[in-house]
């Protein structure tokens, strides 16, 4: 997608060594662009643990090329047990997204048919370079998938179709197109005329910060809303569709996406408007057929919710908004049943919410 009108993507290798992974550090956006790069196992952590870098698709990656650097730079020749070791530090930086499991799990398991060490250095890069086109190609067919149901809109309504989303799932939180978004671009292409509601999706405002960064360079209509406006906004008629994407969908079809997402899916369902949740196959947990008890939800610092990050002058800084000893609680995800949503778009097609219909699309994974 698109910055300034210069085409970029979320993250690339720095140079042919590949001694350095680039990405686009999303601390600073919509204010400060700056390009980070991560050359140490522990970088890649901090990258994923600190939110330079946010999307579950997105962290899957950087955790995949973590795992090529922790062994590259191993100290040892027991390259299985040094991968173990970054494989449990990588999974306790963002626990509720599964697409970090699937990464380190696929470089585990192919590795370890190896013997050699060249051979599994070699191998752990080109999973990572593999996920990462894959990532790409897949956000391509949620959006080729996913345009459908803005164009039905479209043609039985014969006017702009506004829709909501929560957070960021744009092309920020993976490789290129986004999950929610992707549907969004297409629609944009093919001519749709569009209109899209960014709830700011507090505590840490992607949705201010990076939704309507990507949308504003990429010339769609939108409108920033405080995240309790979208029931009002949808008894009023003024919401056609609510997209969203997900850090981690159950076999059953519960969704755990960005805290918030929830009260979104009952406001929709109460006003009978579509709601719909973007999944990339790497999203789904088919080890898991009850979202709303198994999926673990991450705690993160009570600070976040305490201060508030903006622009002052020219410098970020953060304001505090409550009385300085009063606690916080900050729960980073909430998981919505699968019974409020409408529909899984996905990059094989759109499913209904429930076991059969996913196993249906993606069969090699029955048990």
């Known amino acids: 997608m698109k910055i300034n009108g210069k085409h970029y993507q979320s993250i690339w290798e720095t140079n042919s060594e590949v001694d350095s992974i680039s990405i686009i550090d999303q601390r600073f956006l919509p204010y400060k662009f700056f390009v980070t790069e991560l050359s140490t196992f522990d970088d890649f952590c ?5 939110m330079l870098v ?5 962290i899957g990656i950087v955790a995949a090329y973590g795992c090529y650097f922790a062994i590259k730079n ?3 020749n027991d390259l299985d047990k040094e991968l173990q070791i970054a494989a449990k530090k990588l999974l306790s930086t963002r626990p509720t997204a599964i697409n970090i499991k699937f990464a380190v799990e696929r470089v585990i398991t192919e590795i370890g048919k190896l013997t050699n060490v060249e051979a599994k250095i070699e191998k752990s890069l080109e999973i990572a370079r593999k996920l990462r086109s894959e990532d790409i190609e897949i956000c391509r067919n949620l959006g080729q998938h996913g345009v459908g149901i803005i164009k039905e809109i479209y043609e039985k309504k014969g006017s702009t179709v506004n829709v909501l989303t929560h957070c960021n799932a744009g092309w920020l939180a993976t490789v290129d197109y986004g ?3 992707a549907p969004i671009y297409f629609a944009r292409d093919a001519g749709i005329p569009l209109h899209v509601w960014i709830d700011e999706t507090r505590p840490r405002n992607q949705g201010a910060k990076l939704t309507a960064f990507e949308l504003l360079h990429e010339n769609i209509p ?4 405080v995240d309790n406006a979208g029931g009002l906004l949808m008894q009023k008629g003024m919401v056609d569709l609510v997209i969203v994407g997900t850090d981690r969908t159950s076999l059953n079809g519960d969704v755990a996406n960005k805290v918030g997402t929830y009260l979104k899916a009952l406001a929709a369902y109460d006003n009978n408007i579509p709601f719909y949740v973007a999944v990339p ?5 088919f080890d898991i057929e009850d979202g709303l008890h198994n999926i673990p939800i991450e705690e993160r610092d009570e600070k976040e919710v305490k201060y508030i990050e903006g622009l002052a002058g020219d410098e970020i800084a953060n304001v505090l908004i409550c009385p300085k000893e009063t606690p916080a609680l900050n729960y980073a995800f909430d998981v919505t049943p699968a019974r409020l949503v409408t529909g899984l778009i996905t990059e094989r097609g759109v499913c209904r919410p429930n076991k059969e219909s996913i196993l249906n699309l993606f069969p090699e994974n029955r048990k």
């Open 179 to 181: 999950t929610a978004t």
């Open 281 to 285: 196959s790497s999203s789904i947990d």
């Open 74 to 76: 191993a100290l040892t």
């Open 46 to 50: 901090f990258a994923i643990k600190e």
């Open 222 to 225: 939108h409108t920033l809303i």
């Open 54 to 58: 946010r999307g579950a698709p997105l």
